[in-house]
């Protein structure tokens, strides 16, 4: 399987402290680069200036490690593409609460679906 993405928007995703918990680091990731094949030892913390942030890109497979505890021997296998699609949901939507009069329920509830929301 493979997930598009664009540099920058992958680079993000590399930049995310909270995906590379722990010291993680991932392996075996496939990688195109506008349709190119390339090697994944790309220095994402800092593009090289001859590649285009906005170029598409795809990124395959892929193993996340996961150490459980800063240090441990133990470690988590995480799914890099997974993982990807996760980060990048989390980051285009906000779950929230909110408290409104009984008689608005309906409405409130249209207008949420209207855009493109969900309601539970």
Do not use: C
Not at 3 to 8: E, L, M, Q
Not at 11 to 30: C, I, K, M, Q, S
Not at 44 to 70: F, Q
């Amino acid at each position: 399987m493979t997930t598009k993405t664009t540099v920058a928007e992958f680079r993000d995703f590399y930049n995310d402290e909270t995906v590379w918990a722990n010291e993680a680091w991932y392996e075996d990731l496939g990688v195109t680069i506008n349709g190119h094949e390339v090697d994944d030892d790309i220095v994402w913390t800092n593009i090289p200036e001859d590649l285009d942030p906005s170029s598409p890109m795809t990124i395959s497979g892929g193993v996340i490690y996961r150490p459980k505890t800063k240090g441990s021997q133990e470690k988590r296998e995480i799914n890099m593409e997974s993982e990807f699609k996760r980060w990048r949901k989390a980051r285009a939507l906000t779950a929230m609460v909110a408290t409104i009069p009984n008689e608005e329920i309906e409405g409130f509830k249209a207008y949420v679906r209207l855009i493109g929301g969900k309601v539970s």
